[in-house]
């Protein structure tokens, strides 16, 4: 049983940067970002391979978000650059022994935390 735990979260003005971090527990594992605003289904945000090799981006931020792992010291991260009012979300950090992308697939998920930007 994988503990996760994200942080990083808070509030930034439209056009500013934030950055998530990620633990967990063990390691090997895809990890990946998802989110969910008030109201709405939770989306898969990114997704990267345990090694680090592989990305997957949703549509809605590609050329703003990038997604990397420190394998060694076994944190992910999630670099949001760009921010627009509609990414304001809870955001959820994810992992998985086996599963890669941007479904909710994943067996192992932290609390999440809240981003929110304004205007």
């Known amino acids: 049983q994988a503990q996760v735990v994200e942080s990083g979260g808070g509030l930034v003005q439209e056009g500013g940067s934030l950055r998530l971090s990620c633990t967990t527990s063990?390691?090997?594992?895809?990890m990946a970002w998802f989110r969910q605003a008030p109201g709405k289904e939770r989306e898969g945000v990114a997704s990267?391979?345990?090694?680090?090799?592989?990305?997957i981006y949703a549509d809605g931020v590609k050329g703003r978000f990038v997604i990397s792992r420190d394998v060694a010291e076994n944190i992910l991260y999630l670099q949001m650059n760009s921010l627009k009012v509609e990414d304001t979300a809870m955001y959820y950090c994810?992992?998985?022994?086996?599963?890669?992308?941007?479904?909710?697939?994943?067996?192992?998920w932290g609390q999440g935390t809240q981003v929110t930007v304004s205007l």
């Open positions: 994810a992992a998985d022994r086996l599963y890669y992308g941007l479904n909710k697939g994943y067996t192992y």
């Open positions: 063990g390691v090997g594992y895809v």
């Open positions: 990267i391979s345990r090694s680090g090799d592989g990305e």
